[in-house]
């Protein structure tokens, strides 16, 4: 069964970089059927999705986070990475990753279309000085 | 970029028929997947492409996706409903609704 934690930080500085690791357990990290992905929750405000990332390298990013977030795979640690710079008080959240389905094609390729399933507990960053 | 819009708060008796709606432009045409989240847990996946239930979610969750409204319902409402439900698509790039507060009376 696939399990998920993230860790990182519970502090960053604001203009300074933040950085999340996820740590897959009971499942392929290299697989064709899904994305990972991160998704993040500001106090008192809903879900927003950060990006995704496939196997193979390719990534799909929220345009209004994209110049500052980066999605990367380690397979050898089984690690997904999450990279957000020039961070400020609004990037202070609750930080999600989370399997993401891949259903059908788009932009040349599999396409993040599914569900995300499961979610690991999250990690609580504030971006504070 | 596409929207999709869901009420702030919907307020049902226990035992009753709760209600949660999904907004957007020809959303129909879109795989919408409903999400539970209650405090300091993670969001869980109660229905997704549009109609589909996980095995460990009760038969009680049920949704459909027509037009421009995409529908959540949950039937005989239990206390352990109460949580806050969002819908997801895609369409370009991943799109949260922002999220319905369930209040079981």
């Known amino acids: 069964q696939l399990q998920l934690q993230e860790s990182g930080p519970g502090l960053v500085k604001p203009s300074e970089t933040l950085s999340l690791t996820c740590s897959v357990s009971g499942a392929s990290i290299r697989s064709s059927d899904y994305f990972w992905g991160w998704i993040r929750q500001p106090p008192g405000k809903g879900l927003e999705w950060i990006g995704s990332?496939?196997?193979?390298?390719?990534?799909h990013y929220n345009p209004s986070l994209k110049s500052r977030v980066t999605i990367s795979i380690d397979p050898s640690k089984k690690e997904i990475s999450l990279k957000v710079t020039s961070t400020i008080a609004a990037d202070t959240a609750i930080y999600y990753c989370?399997?993401?389905?891949?259903?059908?094609?788009?932009?040349?390729?599999?396409?993040?279309?599914?569900?995300?399933?499961?979610w690991g507990p999250g990690t609580l960053v504030a971006v504070s000085s | 970029s596409y929207e999709v819009t869901q009420p702030l708060s919907v307020s049902v008796a226990l035992g009753q028929t709760a209600t949660i709606t999904c907004g957007g432009y020809n959303i129909g045409s879109q795989n919408v997947h409903w999400y539970q989240h209650k405090p300091g847990q993670a969001p869980v996946v109660v229905i997704y492409?549009?109609?589909n239930r996980p095995s460990e979610i009760p038969e009680r969750f049920s949704a459909s996706n027509l037009g421009n409204t995409a529908t959540l319902t949950i039937s005989r409402v239990q206390l352990e409903d109460e949580a806050d439900y969002y819908c997801q698509v895609w369409e370009t790039s991943v799109v949260f609704g922002g999220g319905t507060k369930l209040t079981v009376l």
């Open positions: 989370a399997r993401h389905w891949a259903v059908g094609y788009c932009s040349g390729g599999s396409c993040p279309r599914g569900r995300f399933d499961p």
């Open positions: 990332l496939y196997y193979d390298g390719r990534s």
């Open positions: 492409r549009d109609t």
